[in-house]
């Protein structure tokens, strides 16, 4: 599962054709999903399944896809210093963390299989994060209505 | 695979995709993907954190990271529809979608 996500976030990057950039982020978060199911936590990865791979990675896709232009994919490729930043940026963060992971004491700590349920879930966001779910909500709304307003075509010939 | 250890080195191997991909790209849906590689990435890091030992016995009555993951999830719906309206605008108007050459948007 770990060559799945990371293999799928490379192909997202690196891919020449952006359609399979597409695809590719979609098998990454699909392995993600796979490793919270790993991590006893089935809702969430039922949830990632739905939302990431339902509705983002297929609203890219539709984009691309409808709107199909050759610059899209037309990329101008990055500079060979460019990418050696880059791979050294991203390396030097992902070994540093990972040092700090394994010199510390995360490795000894067990799991204790502990699941936590749906209605567990449920519960905590309708009672106590009651108020973070009404700000999410007006947020998904205000971000829809954004898109919408945004995307929209002014026609000159509108009929009345 | 079974360690805290293990899952965090997962999540620091996609943060730092995430990073290469912003540093190196500038087709803004390549960036888009970046950013999205990076929310996982912190995803991840929370349920891990979540089922391990010394967090994990207050987390069966009290699921916090998982709730956050699953705010996270929406917002970054969310954020990924406005920035594909704002690609698909700034497209219209400068027929590209290379951010170094949208220079409207410079402050």
Known sequence: MMVVTVGGALVALEADEIIYGAIGLAGSLFGVATLFFLLNAPYVAVFQVAVYIGAVAVLILFTVMLVRQEKWAKEVRPTSLTRIAGIFTGAAITIAIAAAAYATNLAGFDSLGNTATFVDIGQLISTGDSPVLEVLALVLAASIVAALTLSRVDREDNPK | ?107
């Open chain 2, 1 to 107: 695979m079974n360690s805290l250890a293990d899952f965090v080195l997962v999540s620091a191997i996609l943060f730092g995709i995430g990073i290469y991909g912003l540093v190196t790209k500038r087709n803004a849906l390549r960036l888009l993907f970046a950013v999205e590689i990076m929310i996982n990435a912190a995803n991840l890091n929370f349920v891990a954190f979540e089922q391990y030992a010394p967090f994990a016995a207050a987390a069966v009555d009290n699921p916090v990271g998982q709730t956050f993951v699953l705010f996270s999830i929406a917002l970054a719906a969310a954020e990924a529809a406005v920035i594909l309206a704002i690609v698909v605008v700034a497209y219209r108007l400068h027929q590209d979608v290379d951010v170094s050459e949208l220079k409207t948007l410079e402050g």
